[in-house]
């Protein structure tokens, strides 16, 4: 396979997985965190070369909001981040319990020393890994000072610049439909490739479409998120 890109992983805001600051004065904030990944990138740089979903109000509208709670409660019992499970918390021999596994065994797999020490993690900068900062009683004070960041990329989609975006698509937390939402305030239209399947395996893994203003170029695709064929097409192939 030829390389064709590099990715770099940052935890953002500072205090989110392994990041830390020398500095106990720090204040993680919409605006901060910008500046400081703005910074963080342009070193980078150097040195080598992230819908919004707010609740629908049915006012006046009786049957709109008959059909909301409807479907409210059709995905009560499914599990918001991978919708083809039902939600579970306590695992079995014979049922996967997505929460628990995303939950419980990332922390305990992240606050491995084997593996801190091969993701060079440097020795005594965090007490613990923790998976979602401010939840469970944990103390995370971070300000929101930015209600929206359409305006930024409204700008940036005015420079000829490449970008990559990518959703789950089995995801109701952070559903597709509202990405898709998204990307049409940055004044893009589809190109010839729309809506075309990708494969991976031998199997569709998800769709991609790319648009463009003449200048900017955005590439979205959406991801399977799967334990089952495609999963088990990747174990063949590393035998």
């Known amino acids: 396979m030829f ?3 590099n990715i770099i992983f940052l935890d953002s805001p500072v205090g989110a997985g392994f990041s830390y600051a020398t500095n106990n004065a720090y204040l993680p904030g919409d605006t901060n965190t910008a500046k400081q990944a703005y910074e963080f990138l342009k070193k980078s740089a150097k040195g080598s070369c992230h819908g919004d979903y707010r609740p629908i109000a049915a006012k006046g509208n009786a049957q709109c909001k008959k059909s909301l709670e409807t479907a409210s409660k059709c995905i009560v019992p499914l599990e918001n981040e991978f919708v083809l499970e039902s939600k579970c918390f306590h695992p079995s021999p014979d049922k996967w319990c997505l929460q628990y596994y995303h ?3 990332s922390e305990l797999w992240a606050n491995n020393i084997n ?4 993701l060079y993690v440097r020795e005594g900068t965090i007490n613990q890994w923790i ?3 401010g939840h469970n009683n944990d103390e995370f004070n971070y300000t929101h000072d930015i209600d929206s960041s359409v305006s930024f990329h409204q700008n940036l989609s005015m420079h000829p610049f490449r970008a990559l975006i990518f959703s789950g698509d089995q995801d109701i937390c952070m559903p597709y439909m509202f990405t898709l939402k998204w990307m049409k305030k940055l004044n893009v239209v589809p190109n010839d490739v729309y809506w075309s399947p990708w494969f991976l395996y ?3 893994a998800g769709c991609v479409t ?3 203003n003449d200048i900017y170029n955005l590439t979205f695709t959406t991801i399977k998120v799967t334990r089952g064929p495609l999963e088990s097409a990747e174990k063949d192939q590393e035998h």
């Open 131 to 133: 998976r979602c900062r």
């Open 103 to 105: 939950g419980r065994m």
């Open 210 to 212: 790319e648009y463009s």
């Open 202 to 204: 031998g199997q569709v």
């Open 115 to 118: 593996v801190q020490k091969a």
């Open 3 to 5: 390389k064709v890109a």
